[in-house]
């Protein structure tokens, strides 16, 4: 399974910008898809996650409302929506694949792509 993150960028704070992941591969029964992402010096972490079947959604609290997570089965892709950019949102983000479980922790996911750096200027 590979995926491809794209649609990263520098932008000013309050703006918006659409991450895209397209997969390819054997990605039969796949679980859930997620995005993750890491600062300079801190920790990754989890931002949103969609159960691939059900499309059921879930976010971090940091997030929530600003940000939306949507599938689409045809490409096989699974976009990230964020508005009302802030600059603590800066980071390089991830998309990942889980094939047996649908959660909030890396350990959750079995594939991961590369990451696409998002950086939002004050």
């Known amino acids: 399974v590979q995926l491809q993150a794209s649609g990263g960028g520098v932008v000013q704070a309050g703006d918006s910008l659409r991450l895209s992941c397209a997969a390819s591969?054997?990605?039969?029964?796949?679980?859930?898809m997620g995005w993750f992402r890491q600062a300079p010096g801190k920790e990754r972490e989890f931002v949103a996650a969609?159960?691939?079947?059900?499309?059921?959604?879930n976010y971090a609290d940091s997030v929530k409302g600003r940000f939306t997570i949507s599938r689409n089965y045809a490409k096989n892709t699974v976009s990230l929506q964020m508005n009302s950019l802030k600059p603590e949102d800066t980071a390089a983000y991830y998309c990942?694949?889980?094939?047996?479980?649908?959660?909030?922790?890396?350990?959750?996911?079995?594939?991961w792509g590369q990451g696409t750096q998002v950086t939002v200027s004050s």
């Open positions: 990942a694949a889980g094939y047996t479980t649908y959660g909030t922790s890396r350990q959750d996911y079995d594939y």
């Open positions: 969609i159960r691939w079947g059900l499309g059921s959604t």
């Open positions: 591969g054997d990605t039969f029964g796949r679980h859930g």
